[in-house]
């Protein structure tokens, strides 16, 4: 098994055959043929190196992190290797970075992410996750596709953000173990800041490295990997009446493109589209659902980062059991690897642009919203006065505000430029600013619980306004 996959890897993916015999006749050309050949020799070697040292097996921490530094080692100029954090148990949380521009944020190329292992027993999404590294680096300048969305994209690969509990799972199970939890026994995905009322959680190290993370990154798209199902589940997780909980289902103002994103996801998965769940009681149409339609999920990462993180994320679950026999892992690749890629493109989807002022400055912490889908926390741009929205192609009025200045209204039609790995770009420039925006934050507190107040809040006020005007036009006649 293992040299079948090193071959297919090595394999150029122009459609030249790219077998040994066929390099060995050109080192007996001429001079200049030679060195060429040689240098090809040389590439095709390392690519088999790295990928002989992937095989379809569980890695554990030291194996992970040795994989990911030799990756790095071979590929210094595509990828980067970093750490946001440690466990309770001191174990890097390591995040390889792949891209035309690996170490740091360029304007214009939108930041994705993968994280996946968040529950240490769902085990699929952290070795998959290694595959993917490995087949976008073996790609890289060999299949069209892959090198387009690593020059046009930032992406970020987290295998496991869980390790301590990976390394407590002694003895795999398809349904449940303590691995699922950190050291410490917290359940990491209910860990986070909720949006819809207090969770009171003490916030774990994995958790608050993961917080940081977004919060210093542009991430504009995400999921996390997990196992237990085979669904790709959307946010909102919670919800209340302001989200239409009372009908089983929690919308967000973008649910049409969390839904697009969950079909992308589903339809290009070997099986997952088909819906049938894992037994018998469980179906998911077109293999997706909203995450409170499924059942009700406090402090989630999903909802976390759209809410705080202006990221758009979505849960895939991808094995009926959580930890299954290593020798199932090369299928759930297969199964995996189409739907793993179309999804890191859309990334590229709607719009993206530049808030600047008269000088040409860029302005951060300027809204930038379409008109009648508003943020409980409003969506801002970056220090680099960047802003990037997921819209379905259609046609959208963008309302880009500085506090304190008239705000600049654009109608724009977007299509679809998923294939052209960039989102339609308009930038917006204020001429009466000269100033920087001051700084702005969402607090970490329930703000749909506010919203829900301050809307039961304003109802009287508007009943007693109807009634003074209606007794006013009765006196005045």
């Not at 148990?89 to 304007?107: M, N, S, Y």
């Not at 969390?258 to 009681?281: E, P, Q, V, W």
């Not at 505000?401 to 600049?408: D, Q, Y």
Request: one cysteine or more; proline letters at 5%; aromatic letters at 10%.
């Amino acid at each position: 098994m293992e040299s079948a996959s090193v071959r297919g890897r090595a394999r150029p993916a122009t459609g030249d055959s790219g077998s040994r015999p066929a390099v060995r006749l050109q080192l007996w050309r001429s001079d200049g043929t030679m060195r060429a050949a040689a240098g090809d020799v040389v590439g095709i070697l390392c690519l088999v190196s790295v990928a002989a040292a992937l095989d379809f097996k569980y890695h554990h921490a030291e194996e992970l992190e040795a994989y990911l530094k030799r990756v790095h080692a071979t590929y210094p100029s595509l990828t980067h290797l970093h750490s946001i954090g440690r466990s309770v148990e001191g174990r890097d949380l390591w995040v390889l970075v792949l891209g035309r521009f690996p170490t740091q944020h360029k304007i214009g190329i939108p930041e994705f992410k993968y994280v996946a292992n968040m529950h240490g027993d769902e085990t699929v999404g952290r070795e998959i996750l290694l595959h993917l590294i490995d087949f976008l680096v073996t790609s890289y300048r060999r299949d069209p596709l892959i090198t387009r969305l690593l020059n046009n994209t930032r992406i970020h690969i987290m295998p496991t953000m869980n390790p301590d509990g990976f390394e407590a799972t002694k003895v795999p199970d398809c349904y449940y173990t303590r691995g699922r939890y950190n050291k410490n026994g917290e359940d990491l995905n209910r860990n986070f800041p909720d949006a819809f009322e207090r969770n009171n959680a003490s916030i774990q190290p994995e958790t608050q490295a993961v917080m940081n993370w977004i919060k210093n990154e542009t991430f504009v798209l995400s999921a996390n990997l997990h196992g237990g199902a085979l669904v790709a589940s959307y946010t909102f997780d919670n919800g209340n009446s302001a989200t239409g909980s009372l009908e089983g289902y929690s919308r967000s103002p973008d649910d049409d493109v969390f839904i697009h994103l969950a079909k992308t996801y589903s339809f290009n998965h070997a099986s997952m589209y088909k819906g049938t769940g894992c037994d018998n009681r469980q179906t998911f149409p077109d293999g997706i659902t909203n995450g409170y339609s499924w059942y009700q999920l406090e402090g989630g990462m999903q909802d976390y980062n759209y809410v705080w993180g202006q990221c758009f994320e979505i849960t895939l679950e991808l094995s009926c059991c959580k930890y299954p026999p290593a020798d199932q892992l090369e299928k759930f690749w297969r199964d995996n690897k189409a739907a793993l890629i179309e999804y890191i493109k859309q990334v590229h989807l709607g719009i993206k642009g530049q808030v600047t002022d008269k000088n040409g400055n860029p302005i951060p912490n300027a809204i930038v919203e379409v008109q009648g889908r508003p943020h409980v926390c409003p969506y801002r741009t970056n220090e680099q006065g960047e802003y990037f929205l997921l819209l379905l192609p259609g046609t959208y009025v963008i309302n880009a505000t500085v506090p304190g200045f008239k705000s600049i209204l654009k109608t724009v039609e977007i299509h679809n430029n998923t294939g052209n790995f960039s989102a339609l770009k308009h930038d917006f420039t204020f001429p009466e600013v000269s100033i920087r925006s001051s700084a702005a934050s969402c607090p970490k507190i329930p703000l749909y619980q506010e919203l829900q107040w301050a809307s039961a809040a304003v109802k009287p006020t508007l009943h007693v306004i109807l009634v003074l005007m209606t007794v006013l036009l009765v006196i005045f006649q």
